[in-house]
């Protein structure tokens, strides 16, 4: 026999199948080992096909499957149609692909396996009495043996382990009992699961809808029920209850047989979310994300494999799970931009929902109260339904939204980042005993230091941005891209003169401001500075859940989906931070985060208050996120980007250079474009392409590396596919610059 074998670890341009011969039993999908290259070496692969013929040049002898590894992470003939699809996709290596379908660790030659072996009796409790009171050969006289044999007496079946503990008693022994047939042993694959105390606690209420969501709910069981490829847009305003509607879309698929997977931007921003979900579907949950130890994951991996999943929650790389006869794949807040791979393959999760709604015949259903614009245009053009939920649940109101004009309190003197407005509102909190939520997009303290004397901005050494100051631990300045970190100067490293001034604010200026401002108030701090270690997340939540401080302020991580009844204003220190980004995607950022924090005040039967304050009174996004006012903004959104054809009117591809020299950087941006060109001119001189660049990246330098880019806008098809295909298979000989594409980058 032979088969086909793509290596897993080889470079873009020489990605392709090799042949071997191999042995009858070799199937599809197998890991194997094979010798590759001259030296006589080895390296892993996975066979794609298993033929009976194989053309051979003249002279060549066949090299021979060295042998099968990991055969329980043999893949699917689904999961290898994945590889395929995400190759083709996203012009990765088919060996990246399969990292990427397997959970990280199941390739590593000691399997992280844990086996729990039990001894079980095979007579009865008589006839064994019969075997120990017996002599001669048919008795059983070495003492090791007959000791293990009463214990096992009375139980029926003992851990080995356990076993081997008894006085006396040896492996061998056991294994002696097991050869004359009095018992035998059972192995069973240890399994950690570090949710399954949930299963306890099992909360299987029924879930009773009001009348909006029964009417979202019948729409998506209609679909559902057609079993063919369907997708919807759940598009329910914050507080509406989505979550509920989709729980009932899951116990329905799930009593009909089937296995969902939900996706949810980040784990730790959703204890409450995970918690309710294992509760409510117990043992035949599995959860994955990255925070699990490689065992944990390789374990929830095998037991989805084994069937003993209906459910799997989990972020981006659980739309990998590999689930059989899928009914339904949720995508929760699909706006999130936690959903794009950064790196190879660079997938969105849509893309990977959709391709295997396609092949099991399921139901994509996407959620969001501020759907991405793509998406909403595909709901608004018939590929996707639309599902809408307008009203909050329960009779909430919507919370009140007011804008401060930040410059009129510079003008009237008050140079604290909390306008007089916001100040009295905090005051009433407190004096009714409710709790606020402040909110900025910027952690540390200061955004930059420059110096008076020359304008000298600080910048971090090997990144083209500036140094933010963070206050704790003595202080020190810190780059927000690559980690870099360095203690304070004292002077301008430019002009040496002692005038370095530390401008714009982060949440810790904003903390000691306040606390400066409204001493007799509690707060709480939390961004990524604040919550490292595993739990210190929902220790946090809990506590202000709990009551125990005023005014929750931090970074986004405040703005995620919590359900805080008491929270009753919302506050946000500057509504602007995020709108003066040139990516063409920053209002529909901006107008997603207001939205989600403005949606935390007011959630339970209190009306809430939330305060914008910003530079830029009159910003439509601004605006439109106050009055949480979705249809209308995108309604500007969408006529912008078809006038000025951005996605969804455009697919995008970014080409990305890299180097370590300028000068090799920029020689090679020059090859690159006129590469572009031959080809635009010549093969494929009919593609609808407008190409951008080359130009220096918005962070040219990142890492010590230097990046220039081109930008595509384009039509995506096998064609255009195979056109940046080409690039990166032509570009490979460089050495000193590398090329990366990205299609239909989130960022750019
Ligand atoms: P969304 O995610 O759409 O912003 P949530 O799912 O957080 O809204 O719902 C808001 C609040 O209303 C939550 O406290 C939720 O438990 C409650 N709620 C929504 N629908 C129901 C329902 N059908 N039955 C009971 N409580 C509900
Ligand atoms: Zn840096």
Redesign the pocket.
Known sequence: MFCEVYLLDTPYHIDRPFDYSCGASLTPGNIVRVPFGRAGGTRLGVAVKVKDECEIPEGVTLKSVSAVVSPIFTLTEEMLGLCRFLKEFTLCTFGEAVRTVLPPGALSESLNVRYRKTARLLLDREAVATLLTETGRRGIRSEGQRTALRFLMDLGAAEVDILKQLPGVTPAHISALRDKGVLAIDEDEEIRNPYADYARTRDTSE????RA?MAAYETIDSLYSENEPRAALLY?????????VIMKAIDRTIADGKSVIMLVPEISLTPQTVSIFCRRYGERVAVIHSSLSQGERLDAWRRIRRGDVDLVIGTRSAIFAPLDNIGMIVIDEEHEHTYKSESDPKYHARDIASYRCGKHKALMLLAS?TPAVESFYKAKTGAYTLVP?RER??GARLPKAVIVDMREELRLGNPSPISQRLYNMLTDVKENENQAILFLNRRGYSSHISCKECGEVLECPRCSVSLTFHSHGGGAMLCHMCGYRMPTPRACPSCSAEALSFLGFGTQKLESEMSKYLPEMTLMRMDADTTQGKLAYDRMLDDFRAGRADILLGTQMVAK?H?FPRVTLVGVALADTSLHVTDFRAAERTFSLLTQVI?RAG?ASEEGVAVIQTFQPNNETIRLACRQDYDSFYEGEIALRRELSYPPFCDMAQLTLTADDEAELSRAADTLSAMVKAKLDGEYANLPFVVYGPFEAQIYKLNEKYRMRMMVKCKLNARSRKMFSELLTEFAKDRKVTLAVDLNPLTV
């Open positions: 879930i009773v809808l009001s969501q329910g305003i914050t507080g509406s209850g989505k979550t509920k109260a939920l649940y329960g989906g359900d949606g959630r």
